[in-house]
């Protein structure tokens, strides 16, 4: 198993996850930055509107 790390971008993080790298350690800034893009955003609204079709109202 490989553990990479000492990550700098998301991109960095991303390229290493799609060669196949199942572990990785990054610092807050660049988990914030790469959780925090439109495209996350995004899949997680349709996911929210998904579910409150196939099960109702959101419940925390």
Known sequence: MVLAAS?????QVLD???AGCKSI???VD????????PAVDAAITKFNQDWCGA?????F
């Open 30 to 37: 660049v988990a914030e930055q790469f959780i925090s893009d």
């Open 7 to 11: 990550f700098r971008t998301p991109r």
């Open 55 to 59: 099960f109702g109202k959101l419940t």
């Open 25 to 27: 350690t990054l610092p």
């Open 16 to 18: 290493c996850m799609l």
